[in-house]
C-alpha cells in the first residue's frame, strides 16, 4: 500500500470520524428545553423517556455510521482507490439520510410523549431583537482577509513571467497534480477574486449573526454570538489561507506535496473547533456559565418551526435564530430578507462556477 493510499484512507477516515461523532451527539449538544426539535421543560431533560431517546437516537447513528464508514473503507482492497472514493461519498450520503430518517423517529415519540404530558413549556424569547451584540467581532476584522488576498496577488504578479507556459490546475485528494492548464493572467487572477468573494460571504454572515434573535437570556445568548462570529472568522481565515497556498503551489513557490497535508490540516481544525463548541459552548450556549438579566416572555413556538429543522416566522423581524437541532444558526425563511440571503448565496456559488470559464 503506498503513501498516497494511506492518505486517502485518513483523510476519508478522518472525516468520516467528524461527520458520525458530530451526528450521533447532537442531542446532547443543544439546549435542555429542545428535544429534536420539540419544545419540552428544562425539568424534564432527565426524564427517563427522554433520555432514552436521546440514546436510542447516538446508538443508531454510530453504528450506522460503523458499518457504513468501515464496509465501504474496505472497497480499497476490491477496487481503486478513486472508485472507493466515490463509494465512501455515496456512504456519507446514506448515512445522513439514515441519520435523518432516525431523528425523525425520535421527533415523532417526543411529540407523542408531550402530547400525552400536562407540561408547562418555557420557550423563552426576548423581546427585543434587533440591537446588534456587542460581543461579535468587528466587520473591521475582516480587513486582515485583505492582507491573506494581497500575499496572494502578490506572488502571483512577481513569479508569473517566470512560469511555465503549462501550470498546475488542479490537485486530487493524493495532492497529486491531475490537470494543467495554460498561464494566463485570468487563471491568477481567479484565486484572489474567489478569495474577495467569499470574504464578503464572511462578513456579511457576521453582520447577520450580530442581530440574530435572542433566546434565553440576554448573557449567554450574546456570549453565543460572540463565540459563534470568533469560530467563524477563524474559519473563513483559514479558507483564505488555503486558497493562497493553492495558489502559490500554482506558482511553484510551495511544493506539491505539501498540497497532500492541506486537506487533512483543514480538517484536524475543523475537528477541533467542533469538539470545542459542542463540549465547552454548546447550541446557543447553553454549556456556557451565566446568570439571566433579561426580561423574557414565555411562548411555545412549534408551530414555527417545520420538522425542527426550518423555521418560518413572518411576525418575526429577525433573519437568523439559532437552530434547534445543531450548532450555529439558520434563516427565518418567514424574512422576506431570506430570500435575498439565498439569491446572494445562489449568486456567490454561480460566479465561483463561471469564473473559472471567463477568466480564462
Given at each position: 500500500m503506498n503513501n498516497s493510499l494511506n492518505f486517502i484512507i485518513g483523510v476519508m477516515g478522518l472525516s468520516w470520524l467528524l461527520v458520525v461523532l458530530v451526528t450521533a451527539f447532537t442531542p446532547y449538544f443543544v439546549r435542555r428545553n429542545i428535544c429534536?426539535?420539540?419544545?419540552?421543560?428544562?425539568?424534564?431533560?432527565?426524564?427517563?423517556?427522554?433520555?432514552?431517546?436521546?440514546?436510542?437516537?447516538?446508538?443508531?447513528?454510530?453504528?450506522?455510521?460503523?458499518?457504513?464508514g468501515i464496509g465501504s473503507s474496505l472497497c480499497y482492497i476490491w477496487t481503486s482507490a478513486e472508485n472507493t472514493m466515490w463509494i465512501q461519498t455515496g456512504g456519507l450520503f446514506l448515512y445522513f439520510i439514515i441519520s435523518i430518517l432516525i431523528y425523525f423517529s425520535m421527533r415523532t415519540k417526543i411529540k407523542a410523549i408531550k402530547q400525552n404530558s400536562d407540561w408547562e413549556i418555557e420557550t423563552k424569547t426576548v423581546a427585543e431583537i434587533s440591537e446588534k451584540s456587542d460581543k461579535t467581532i468587528r466587520t473591521a476584522w475582516y480587513l486582515l482577509y485583505l492582507v491573506v488576498i494581497a500575499i496572494t496577488v502578490f506572488a502571483s504578479v512577481l513569479k508569473y513571467p517566470s512560469l511555465p507556459e503549462q501550470i498546475p490546475m488542479h490537485y486530487n485528494i493524493a495532492g497529486e497534480v491531475d490537470r494543467y492548464a495554460a498561464k494566463s493572467v485570468g487563471t491568477f487572477a481567479l484565486m484572489p477574486v474567489m478569495q474577495l468573494l467569499m470574504g464578503l460571504l464572511f462578513a456579511g454572515t457576521n453582520l447577520a449573526i450580530g442581530t440574530s434573535k435572542r433566546q434565553r437570556d440576554f448573557k449567554r445568548s450574546s456570549a453565543f454570538r460572540g463565540v459563534m462570529s470568533i469560530t467563524l472568522f477563524v474559519i473563513g481565515f483559514l479558507v483564505m489561507l488555503m486558497f493562497t497556498c493553492i495558489q502559490l503551489s500554482m506558482l511553484t513557490i510551495l511544493n506539491e506535496k505539501l498540497m497532500m497535508f492541506l486537506p487533512i490540516g483543514f480538517l484536524v481544525a475543523t475537528f477541533i473547533i467542533c469538539i470545542y463548541l459542542a463540549v465547552k459552548v454548546g447550541q446557543g450556549g447553553s454549556r456556557l456559565k451565566t446568570t439571566d438579566d433579561a426580561l423574557v416572555n414565555t411562548v411555545d413556538d412549534d408551530r414555527y418551526w417545520l420538522g425542527g429543522f426550518l423555521y418560518c416566522n413572518k411576525n418575526d423581524p429577525s433573519l437568523f435564530v439559532e437552530k434547534r437541532f445543531g450548532m450555529g444558526y439558520t434563516l427565518n425563511f418567514g424574512n422576506p430578507k431570506s430570500l435575498m440571503a439565498i439569491g446572494m448565496l445562489v449568486i456567490l456559488i454561480v460566479a465561483l462556477m463561471v469564473l473559472p470559464l471567463i477568466l480564462k
Open positions: 429534536f426539535g420539540i419544545s419540552v421543560p428544562e425539568s424534564e431533560y432527565y426524564n427517563p423517556q427522554l433520555k432514552r431517546l436521546r440514546r436510542n437516537y447516538s446508538i443508531g447513528c454510530l453504528w450506522a455510521g460503523l458499518i457504513l
